[in-house]
Nanobody, 124 residues
Framework: QVQFVESGGGLVQPGGSLRLSCAAS????????IGWFRQAPGKEREGVSC????????YYSNSVKGRFTISRDKAKNLVYLQMNSLKPEDTAVYYC?????????????????WGQGTQVTVSS
């Protein structure tokens, strides 16, 4: 059974940075499309950034484009989300997952592989 583990969240001031990490037991991440999603209180889960198989395509939501970067560390079997210039509206629980439909203009989660997530709070 695939299990995702997200880490790296925390409390940061507006304008600050965080790097989230995504690990998965039982899965070699470089062989799969991986996406970062987030869910803020009272809101639906939304796709933030996704990367396709073989890194052919990356997706960023308009709200994070130019501030967030998704990347893989194949040696460590991790996927990162580097988040810069953080804003209070980035506050949410962040999740990584696979089984995606990815293009440059959208990223949809087709499966139901969700971990516990990692909390990101942007506040002064």
């Amino acid at each position: 059974q695939v299990q995702f583990v997200e880490s790296g969240g925390g409390l940061v001031q507006p304008g600050g940075s965080l790097r989230l990490s995504c690990a998965a037991s039982g899965l070699t991440l470089e062989w799969y499309a991986i996406g970062w999603f987030r869910q803020a209180p009272g809101k639906e889960r939304e796709g933030v950034s996704c990367i396709s198989v073989r890194d052919v395509t990356t997706y960023y939501s308009n709200s994070v484009k130019g501030r967030f970067t998704i990347s893989r560390d194949k040696a460590k079997n991790l996927v990162y989300l580097q988040m810069n210039s953080l804003k209070p509206e980035d506050t949410a629980v962040y999740y990584c997952t696979t089984e995606l439909d990815v293009s440059t203009s959208y990223c949809h989660a087709l499966g139901d592989f969700w971990g516990q997530g990692t909390q990101v709070t942007v506040s002064s």
